[in-house]
């Protein structure tokens, strides 16, 4: 090929990649989430700030509007309208003050709403069974943080096609939930046999065989819901890799119309559903 026709390909390819970043920045402008850190009364960790500053700049570089809040008087109808996902980042324990507020959250979800979950969010609200339906199960246990071997298990998913093989050389907090919703769709799973944990055997056990889901994400009462186990330590909210993680799910999880509450059904919180 000689340096003539080259040249036109090269700006050819340059302008087709400049439409398509310029496309989806379109895209996301009319986006916009709620960054939600709110934590109850017991263990808070000391990631939350690292976890707020990379969302921050994760939104600003894919021009998502943001706004960041750890008070649940945000969670009203009116105030809900304007978001594409609420995003709960390591929030744990009670993430409400109040029924009114879980109720007003619920018809969010009914609504159409994204909800993503990041690391302790699976903590939060440890007596609501919807919530743990909703998110795909709740907090149990989690081995002693270690280096262990993270499976690709779906390598389809925009939050898992940034990876070339398995996650190698990840330490982290391998979680264990109960109560996990059977339609989730596991993205990310924990290699057991790469985990020292002395109570392994008495849960998970061999329930999932070798494997224990981390990272997964499904559809739920109306909602579109995406959530990590992973995060634990403040300098993973400086790798590159979760930070694709990351982006990839909140990308997934705002592919959608805005929530519309005419579509809610619930009208009373009762916590045992």
């Known amino acids: 090929m000689s340096n003539k ?21 379109c895209q996301m402008k009319d986006k916009k989430v709620l960054i939600y850190t709110k934590n109850g009364e017991g263990f808070i960790h000391d990631n939350i700030q690292a976890s707020v500053d990379m969302l921050s700049q994760l939104c600003e570089d894919n021009s998502i509007e943001y706004d960041l809040s750890d008070d649940p008087s945000v969670f009203t109808e009116d105030n809900l309208q ?68 993270i499976k690709i298990t779906d390598p389809t998913h925009p939050s898992t096609e940034h990876f070339t093989g398995d996650w190698e ?41 070798d494997l224990y889901p981390g990272a997964w994400c499904h559809e739920f009462d109306g909602g579109k819901e995406w959530y990590t186990s992973y995060g634990h330590n403040i300098d993973h909210y400086s790798d590159a890799n979760f930070q694709k993680h990351i982006l990839g799910g909140i990308l997934w999880t705002i592919d959608k119309p805005k929530p519309d509450f005419k579509k809610a059904k619930a009208n009373k919180i009762n916590l045992i559903d």
């Open 169 to 209: 050389g990840w330490s982290d907090e391998g979680y264990y939930l109960h109560h996990l919703n059977p339609d989730i769709h596991v993205l990310l799973s924990h290699d057991m046999t790469t985990i020292e944990d002395n109570g392994k055997d008495e849960y998970p056990g061999t329930i999932f065989g």
């Open 5 to 25: 026709r080259f040249i036109p390909v090269i700006v050819i390819l340059c302008v087709s990649f400049l439409l398509s970043v310029s496309f989806l920045s």
């Open 82 to 149: 304007q978001y594409d996902a609420l995003i709960f980042s390591n929030t744990n324990n009670e993430a409400f003050d109040n029924n009114e507020q879980r109720l007003v959250f619920k018809r969010y979800i009914q609504a159409g709403g994204g909800f993503v979950g990041i690391h302790s969010a699976c903590g939060s609200e440890r007596q609501w069974p919807w919530f743990w339906k909703m998110l795909g199960g709740t907090f149990v246990r989690h081995c002693p943080g270690q280096e262990f071997l």
